[in-house]
Nanobody, 121 residues
């Protein structure tokens, strides 16, 4: 069983930065692919970024060049550095994990509780 706990959300002005963290329990963290999904009010869930167990990364077009996903296997933690934030980035951000590949319509079985990110002046 894997438990995921997100932190780091909050209110930020447009153009600002936030770093989200996803801390995982369990001994299989290094074997997991980890993704960040987000869901804005009234909209469908969107896959934002993925980092595989080998360290490869992939991003949604809407965040390329602004967001960076990384992982620290020694700390069982994945990070999402978000720069140049826009109001359209406002959403609840969820950490997700699985040993299998993650996709926009195929998230893994493990979810965190979510953390709210609000970008507003």
């Amino acid at each position: 069983q894997v438990q995921l706990v997100e932190s780091g959300g909050g209110l930020v002005q447009p153009g600002g930065s936030l770093r989200l963290s996803c801390a995982a329990s369990g001994s299989i963290f290094r074997l997991l692919n980890i993704g960040w999904y987000r869901q804005a009010s009234g909209k469908q869930r969107e896959l934002v970024a993925v980092i595989t167990r080998s360290g490869s990364t992939n991003y949604a077009d809407s965040v390329k060049g602004r967001f960076t996903i990384s992982r620290d296997n020694a700390k069982n933690t994945v990070y999402l550095q978000m720069n140049s934030l826009k109001p359209e980035d406002t959403a609840v951000y969820y950490c997700n994990a699985a040993p299998s590949p993650l996709g926009a319509s195929s998230p893994g079985r493990y979810w965190g509780q979510g953390t709210q990110v609000t970008v507003s002046s």
